[in-house]
């Protein structure tokens, strides 16, 4: 049994050709939910969404998002809609007092539909449309999500971080951003003054998370700020991978990042943006699994091999470094 930390699109890579070492019905997947959004009244939860389509073979893994040969009928037209109209385009946040009210598991992140700024294709509206009906008919996120999982035929257990909100915050020189404006909408941009995993301090790993980290535990390549801090703010997790086997890959080769922020969102939060910082961000750690080029002394068991993936090869060859690690460890 092996528990696999995910978010962004590292960790999902890493799953792609992982189910020949790790036996997907031994596996259980929890996924980052700071990235989640409210737009347009419908949750919107892109780590877990990008696992739901891996895990039912539906995924775009050119884009690692959305369904694969997905329509945007509905994504154009709001955009015409909102050019003929004159309105403003980009992120629309709704008013401060509307971010609290009604659902609670959307506090803090809702945006308007208007000038929709995230690219969401039909069938995948469908999949949001359905967990917030679920949401607002009483399920939890989770019971949602497990219901959909069923329904794409996703082979690991697929968990949410937590039933209760967090907004991942970015604040920058212009004020505040939810990530996905940040990132989405602002291309990453925006000067990082500082991240702010918004209601952390108020949510809680549900049961079955906690349960799930008494398991060995892998973190794939994802960042180590905004798809794996949201999961280490929420009390007792990291209290818990202390007590359990863990197996870290690096998003980085020394001070080379495979992709996205998170150099930036390293430094920017006091850390060096390198496999070494990612080792001082994760003290719990047992053991790495690096890049064969990356020449970096740690004070853990180090596994090397090619880390980057391409292909599902790819991503076996590194699932069988970190099973390696794990023996290591075990």
């Given at each position: 049994?092996v528990?696999v930390?995910?978010g962004g ?12 070492v ?9 996924a980052?939910?700071?990235d ?8 919107i939860c892109?780590d ?6 891996l895990?039912?073979g539906e995924?775009d893994?050119e ?9 945007t009928a509905?994504?154009?037209e709001?955009?015409?809609?909102a050019e003929?109209?004159g309105?403003?385009s980009?992120p ?7 971010q ?5 598991i ?17 069938r995948?509206?469908?999949v949001?449309?359905t ?5 607002d008919e009483?399920a939890s ?7 959909l999982?069923a ?10 971080m937590?039933d209760?909100?967090?907004a ?5 020189p212009d004020?505040p951003?939810?990530?996905q ?6 291309g990453g941009?925006p ?5 702010e ?7 809680c790993?549900?049961?079955r998370?906690e ?5 060995p535990?892998v973190?794939g390549?994802?960042?180590p700020?905004t798809?794996?801090?949201p999961?280490?703010a929420?009390?007792?997790v990291?209290?818990?991978l202390?007590e359990?086997?863990v197996v ?12 996205g922020?998170?150099?930036e969102?390293m430094?920017?939060t006091?850390?060096?943006?390198s496999?070494a910082?990612v ?8 053991a ?8 970096t002394?740690l004070?853990?068991?180090v596994v090397r ?5 391409n292909?599902e090869?790819?991503?076996r060859r590194?699932?069988?470094?970190v099973d ?7």
């Amino acid at each position: 049994m092996v528990t696999v930390l995910s978010g962004g699109t590292g960790t999902p890579k890493l799953l792609s050709g992982a189910g020949s070492v790790f036996p997907p019905e031994e596996t259980t997947v929890v996924a980052n939910t700071g990235d989640d959004i409210e737009l347009g009244g419908a949750l919107i939860c892109p780590d877990l969404d990008t696992l739901l389509y891996l895990g039912g073979g539906e995924l775009d893994q050119e884009l690692w998002w959305g369904i694969d040969e997905d329509t945007t009928a509905t994504h154009e037209e709001l955009a015409r809609l909102a050019e003929a109209a004159g309105y403003e385009s980009g992120p629309r946040y709704l008013p401060a007092d509307r971010q609290t009210e009604g659902r609670q598991i959307a506090r803090w992140r809702r945006f308007s539909a208007v000038a929709e700024f995230m690219y969401v294709g039909d069938r995948d509206r469908a999949v949001h449309l359905t967990r917030t009906g679920r949401i607002d008919e009483g399920a939890s996120l989770t019971t949602a999500i497990a219901e959909l999982a069923a329904a794409f035929g996703v082979p690991w257990e697929l968990l949410p971080m937590s039933d209760d909100p967090v907004a991942t915050i970015i604040h920058t020189p212009d004020g505040p951003q939810h990530f996905q404006e940040f990132w989405v909408a602002r291309g990453g941009e925006p000067t990082i003054e500082g991240v702010e995993f918004r209601g952390a301090g108020r949510a809680c790993p549900t049961d079955r998370v906690e349960r799930a980290l008494e398991q060995p535990v892998v973190i794939g390549p994802s960042n180590p700020v905004t798809s794996i801090g949201p999961m280490l703010a929420l009390e007792g997790v990291e209290a818990a991978l202390a007590e359990a086997p863990v197996v870290a890959v690096s998003p980085f080769v020394e001070d080379r990042v495979f992709s996205g922020p998170a150099g930036e969102l390293m430094a920017a939060t006091g850390r060096e943006p390198s496999t070494a910082g990612v080792a001082a961000a994760y003290p719990f750690v047992d053991a790495f699994v690096l890049d064969e080029a990356d020449g970096t002394e740690l004070d853990r068991p180090v596994v090397r091999t090619d880390t980057e993936m391409n292909d599902e090869a790819d991503a076996r060859r590194v699932a069988q470094a970190v099973d390696e690690a794990l023996a290591v460890i075990a």
